[in-house]
């Protein structure tokens, strides 16, 4: 990770991933226009297999050693077991599934490896889907701010709906009169 010194420094990296995941984003989407109506298997993959290769880097793998029947990280035991993601992954669900009732302290371990890779996974996914979507729709065209009148008077529409809403599915406390009075008299009062 780079060693960030300034807020200059933090803005220029924030500023340079942002760029990487657009250039990402436009590189994906040109060679695959489908991409997120239909991802072909091949292209997720591969995009799989780059999301690992960078799990991997932030995350390196750990050693753990059996002794006395208990699998202790760090420690100096004749067994030891390399865990890296590659590791964790390379488990077919049935056996990863399996795994539980012959090791569950070895499951133990390798779920938190699968949980923590399908979070990033996941979130990487989102990342590259809202930029493409971005990129398809262009920049977004914000609607003119409402004056502070419309606005309540868009609340108070909304309570006579809700209201009308909470009276049909049996709420005693939906009184439409009295919400109507008190409507007209907020909008009278100066």
């Not at 753990?64 to 669900?93: L, Q, W």
């Not at 606005?151 to 909470?166: E, P, Y």
Request: charged fraction near 30%.
């Amino acid at each position: 990770m780079k060693t960030l010194k300034s807020y200059r420094d933090a803005a220029y990296s924030a500023a340079l991933a942002t760029d990487t995941v657009v250039d990402s984003a436009r590189f994906v989407y040109e060679h695959c226009p489908t991409f997120l109506v239909d991802a072909p298997e091949e292209v997720v993959s591969e995009l799989d297999d780059g999301w690992m290769l960078r799990f991997s880097e932030k995350h390196p793998a750990k050693t753990y050693s059996r002794i006395d029947g208990n699998v202790v990280e760090n420690a100096k035991g004749k067994e030891k077991i390399e865990v890296s993601i590659y590791f964790a992954m390379s488990y077919t669900a049935q056996a990863f599934g399996a795994l539980r009732r012959e090791d569950p302290q070895m499951h133990s371990i390798i779920k938190g490896w699968r949980d923590a890779w399908s979070k990033y996974r996941s979130n990487r996914m989102g990342d590259l889907k809202r930029e493409i979507k971005r990129l398809i729709e262009g920049p977004r065209t914000r609607t003119p701010t409402k004056v502070f009148a419309e606005v309540v008077g868009d609340v108070l529409d909304g309570l006579v709906t809700r209201c009308k809403n909470a009276k049909a599915r049996g709420d005693d406390t939906a009184d439409l009169d009295l919400l109507h009075r008190q409507v007209a008299a907020f909008k009278s009062a100066k």
